[in-house]
């Protein structure tokens, strides 16, 4: 099923959509920025590129839903509505952050806002997703739960199982690919036999949809549809989301193993770019779009000031939040 | 007190907590037939199959599932079915299960019950026998239980459940049928984390814990007609571990032999005797021993799965070079 047509959307809807993805191409280009300067230590994976999926699906979500992504998530927790004073601190490994810097990137994870995690292996959330959906249905409670995860997961068995499983117990539960084109720094499309994201799906009797998901305003029409018909009972769905992945695999991959006239071409494609042309057909000023940008790179020019100002955390948190019963003994000055 | 099967023992314990708590339920294989070793015995009939429920064979997304489930507010009692099958979800068990709590700096807890029936009976072969429980004492977040005694299947189960960290509970095979004193209580618990002293004795400290408690007292009683007296230490919990009960014994006996059917090679004994010997070596006037498993695949052929078994004349064997030096 396809469903490629822009929406007829609200002004004011696409203004906040917009405005969404730009905080998160904002946080992810400050936080390119504090990797390149060393300010950030571990791997940073940046969903430049990928905005409009993060937005539009989770313009339509409660906050009592919930989502898992991926080591590419940090677009998803914006969009859910984490502080990104919390994320940047916790990239920086500082006190503050949404793990407590114990995390990272990989790992950031807001329960307040139905965040169940980032995960640093490919496919792992899809489970835990399935799971979150399970445990909300057996409770009795009317939440979904969206599962973020790339066109590289589909070929981990986690994919398969986690799919059979929320159909056959009629779980609520989206599934969003994004198809970004890569599985790490490999093509997709070289290591995936068959037809796709979409003709497993189905396979399994899951419905499948397909969208242009560098269009904000497509994706949150369609989700607006999806979101209702799987909290009323109708069981699991499965979108995936075309997109391209503007930059490499990390903050520090050239990508040099990609066409670069090809590469340098999606840009055209920008879903940033998109939204403010549709924006400006719809009478917002350059000085009205402009405002929403600098507002934006503001705030995230201050949570990183902030984030690199912070402490890191107090050494005793190494050796908290592992386990009750047989947790590690700290000894202060040992 | 009632006459229970070690098996019987285990499902009354977890049907004792299904009713106490609504959140708890258990996920795996075969469930709603009663578990393919019996031990959810009429469970479905009480609680229903959403409670007790059928999953495909999906090791890595049963216990991935559970996970999340366990994150969203409920408490899953996981069936691995074999725990050489629960090396399908290591994944799930290790990097999430473990580890969400800590990564996510504390914002979550994962209470959850891994059972996993392990173990050699007869002719199951390589894939079908083995004990794996050291691997898990590895990783920093998981609680270790293997219990022997039906009343510690009850006990240890129900404390496992009402536990808010991932429990890996390891159930042998060859005990579903063994028969014991279970009490009645339903708020019958035995802390995680405490030995048992299984049999008193005045000349060797004997550590071990599940089926091969049973094996260690059969070769104290030959033992004792040699007039050799064995202490007998049931560990129970292999994480965390019982070093009171163990170093208190050892100061009396000064011999210490640590026991267990798992291959000796990076088995959990090594863990036991390196910590005695960084506390006690000086104490001790026999050098440390250990016996498990040589590190090989078990055969199906029965001599040679026999071959490989911890037996009591082994154990004596031990024994008496031990406490002849």
């Known amino acids: 099923m396809s469903n490629n047509s822009s929406h007829n959307i609200d002004r004011d809807r696409l203004v906040d959509l917009y405005r969404t993805m730009r905080r998160i191409r904002a946080f992810e280009e400050t936080a390119e920025a504090a990797s390149l300067s060393g300010q950030i230590g571990g791997a940073v994976h940046l969903s430049i590129g990928q905005e409009a999926i993060a937005a539009g699906v989770c313009a339509n979500l409660r906050l009592s839903d919930q989502i898992t992504t991926t080591h590419r998530g940090h677009g998803h927790c914006i969009a859910k509505g984490t502080d990104p004073g919390a994320m940047m601190l916790e990239l920086f490994g500082k006190e503050g952050g949404t793990c407590g810097g114990k995390g990272g990137s990989m790992h950031i994870a807001d329960f307040e806002v139905g965040m169940l995690g980032a995960n640093g292996v490919v496919a792992a959330g899809i489970p835990i997703a399935v799971g979150a959906a399970h445990g909300a249905k057996l409770l009795g409670e009317d939440r979904v739960v969206v599962c973020f995860f790339g066109d590289g997961a589909i070929n981990r068995g986690p994919f398969m199982e986690g799919l059979n499983w929320a159909a056959i117990f009629k779980l609520p539960v989206l599934f969003v690919c994004e198809q970004n084109g890569f599985a790490s720094t490999t093509h997709s499309d070289a290591v995936t036999a068959g037809a796709g994201a979409n003709a497993r799906a189905e396979s399994m009797g899951i419905e499948a949809f397909e969208i242009d998901g560098n269009d904000v305003a497509a994706v949150d029409g369609l989700v607006g549809d ?25 903050s520090v991959d050239p990508a040099l193993y990609r066409d670069q006239d090809h590469a340098a071409d999606q840009w055209r494609h920008d879903p940033l770019k998109r939204a403010g042309e549709e924006l400006r057909r719809l009478g917002l000023s350059d000085d009205e779009l402009s405002a929403i940008d600098s507002a934006a790179e503001g705030e995230m020019r201050r949570v990183s000031e902030t984030a690199d100002a912070a402490d890191h955390p107090d050494l005793a948190h190494a050796y908290d939040d592992i386990q009750d019963i047989g947790a590690p003994v700290w000894e202060a000055g040992s | 007190m009632s006459v229970l099967s070690y098996q019987e023992a ?3 314990a977890v049907a004792e907590e299904m009713r106490r708590d609504g959140r708890v339920w258990a996920l795996g294989e075969d469930l709603g037939r009663g578990g393919v070793f019996g031990q959810y015995k009429g469970l479905l009939e009480e609680f229903g199959p959403e409670r007790i429920a059928d999953t495909p064979i999906s090791e890595a997304t049963i216990m991935g599932a559970s996970v999340g489930a366990a994150l969203a507010g409920t408490r899953p009692v996981v069936e691995m079915r074999f725990a050489d099958f629960a090396l399908c979800a290591m994944d799930e068990m290790v990097n999430q299960a473990a580890k969400a709590r800590f990564m996510f700096g504390g914002q979550a807890r994962v209470p959850l019950v891994i059972r996993q029936p392990s173990g050699m009976w007869r002719s199951s072969a390589a894939q079908h026998s083995q004990s794996l429980e050291a691997w898990y004492t590895h990783i920093p977040g998981l609680v270790v239980a293997a219990p022997y005694t039906p009343a510690d299947n009850k006990g240890m189960l129900k404390s496992a459940i009402r536990c808010d960290d991932p429990v890996i509970y390891i159930e042998h095979k060859d005990n579903w049928a063994l028969e014991g004193e279970v009490p009645d209580e339903d708020d019958y618990l035995v802390p995680l984390g405490a030995a048992r002293l299984a049999r008193e004795g005045k000349d060797l400290t004997l550590v071990t814990w599940s089926k091969m408690v049973g094996v260690a007292a059969q070769a104290a009683e030959l033992a004792a007609a040699q007039g050799i007296g064995i202490e007998i230490i049931d560990l129970r919990t292999l994480w965390p571990w019982d070093q009171d009960m163990v170093f208190a014994s050892l100061e009396k006996t000064k011999r210490l032999l ?9 088995g959990f004994g090594a863990e036991i005797a390196a910590t005695v010997a960084e506390h006690m070596a000086h104490e001790l006037i026999a050098p440390i021993r250990r016996l498990g498993a040589p590190r090989a695949p078990i055969s199906y052929a029965k001599p040679l799965e026999d071959l490989l078994r911890i037996t009591p004349e082994k154990i004596l064997s031990t024994v008496v070079s031990q406490i002849g030096t």
């Open chain 1, 226 to 250: 999806l979101v209702p018909r799987i909290r009323a009972g109708g069981g699991p769905l499965f979108l995936s989301a075309r997109t391209y992945r503007l930059k490499g695999h990390t």
């Open chain 2, 10 to 12: 285990g499902c009354q």
């Open chain 2, 258 to 266: 640590v026991v267990h059917e798992a291959v000796q090679v990076g």
